[in-house]
C-alpha cells in the first residue's frame, strides 16, 4: 500500500487561497485515480475532487467547483490542491488518498482553517 503525506495547511482569511501537496511514498501511485477529501469537525469526511491517474479526468464537489483545482505530477509521486477563494465552510482537515475505495490507512491530514 501507498503511503501519503499531506502539507501546506495553515491559516487564511476569507477569500484567501492555499495550496496543498500530496506526497505519496511510492511510484506505484501513478496507477491510481487519486482523491483529495476533508474532514469537519463533527462531520464524516467526504470526498472533495478526484484526478484520473493520467491527470486529463477530473471531478469536484459542487461546493468547491470553479474555486479549488486537482493537479498531479506521476514523476515527482506528487499530487496538488490549488484552493482559491476560500470560505469560511472549508475549514477541516484535508486528506489525500486513492480515489474511491480509497486505501484503509490514512495520513496525517493537514489542517486548513479559514478565520477572519
Known amino acids: 500500500q501507498v503511503q501519503f503525506v499531506e502539507s501546506g495547511g495553515g491559516l487564511v482569511q476569507p477569500g484567501g487561497s492555499l495550496r496543498l501537496s500530496c506526497a505519496a511514498s511510492s511510484s506505484i501511485f501513478s496507477i491510481y485515480a487519486m482523491a483529495w477529501y476533508r474532514q469537519a469537525p463533527g462531520k464524516q469526511r467526504e470526498l472533495v475532487a478526484s484526478i484520473a491517474k493520467g491527470g486529463g479526468n477530473t471531478f469536484y464537489v459542487d461546493s468547491v467547483k470553479g474555486r479549488f483545482t486537482i493537479s498531479r505530477d506521476n514523476a515527482k509521486r506528487m499530487m496538488y490542491l490549488q484552493m482559491n477563494s476560500l470560505k469560511f465552510e472549508d475549514t477541516a482537515v484535508y486528506y489525500c488518498?486513492?480515489?474511491?475505495?480509497?486505501?484503509?490507512?490514512w495520513g496525517q491530514g493537514t489542517q486548513v482553517t479559514v478565520s477572519s
Open positions: 488518498n486513492k480515489g474511491l475505495p480509497s486505501f484503509p490507512s
